[in-house]
């Protein structure tokens, strides 16, 4: 069975620019996350999907960061206009089951760098 | 959402057992308790969950004391291919998250 896929696996761009990262998380999983995870830190949730439904965006810096989640299946984090703050590496998640304290299966991550 | 703390790193040797314990002493009723190993480069790994007494699986056993502000992560007979960051979580069906680890480093 396939796991998570997450793309691209690096990005580096320049302050002020644009970017996105993608998600498709296993087949059959309607509960989906997003996870920014700093250097040294444990990740830190920043949206959480149940379907299409976004039930849990409380942490996500909704001036510069948006995700969607059209079809309750691959799932877009944008970032517009990025800052230097934002190097990290953005973890994407799966579930079978809804319910934040599931088991989440885990993509490679995207790394980013903002020059 | 209830705090955890947990060390920052602890140091075994091979086929030694390896205890991790983490104190979450603001634990709720409907908490639940779950572990997570990381591997550089890599997402975070399930490895086991807990509500209380004792869960074991194929690779570790978590022991929760009947208080529930503490768990422990039981390691038995670690191998060089568990030196990781080992996370411990207190959530529920809302709210989940992460601290920051405990890296094992495992010798030869």
């Known amino acids: 069975e396939a796991g998570v896929v997450q793309s691209p696996r690096y990005k580096i761009i320049e302050k002020k620019q644009p970017v996105a990262f993608w998600c498709n998380p296993i087949?059959?999983?309607?509960?989906l996350y997003w996870y920014r995870q700093n250097l040294g830190q444990g990740p830190e949730l920043l949206i959480r999907y149940e379907n299409e439904e976004a039930v849990d965006d409380s942490q996500l810096p909704k001036d510069r960061f948006s995700a969607e989640r059209l079809k309750g299946v691959d799932s877009t984090l944008k970032i517009q206009p990025a800052e230097l703050g934002d190097s990290a590496v953005y973890l994407c998640a799966s579930s079978p089951r809804q319910g934040a304290y599931n088991e989440q299966f885990f993509g490679p991550g995207t790394r980013l760098t903002v020059l | 959402l209830a705090k955890t703390t947990q060390p920052i790193s602890m140091d075994s040797y091979e086929g030694q057992e390896v205890n991790i314990t983490c104190s979450h002493n603001n634990i709720a009723t409907n908490d639940y308790i779950t572990w997570y190993q990381q591997f550089p480069s890599q997402g975070p790994r399930f490895i086991i969950q807990g509500y209380k007494t004792k869960v074991t699986n194929e690779v570790a056993s978590l022991f929760i004391p009947a208080d529930r502000k503490s768990s422990t992560l039981s390691l038995p007979r670690v191998s060089l291919s568990d030196t990781a960051v080992y996370y411990c979580l207190v959530g529920n069906d809302y709210k989940l998250s992460f601290g920051a680890g405990t890296t094992v480093t495992v010798r030869a």
């Open positions: 087949s059959g999983h309607n509960t």
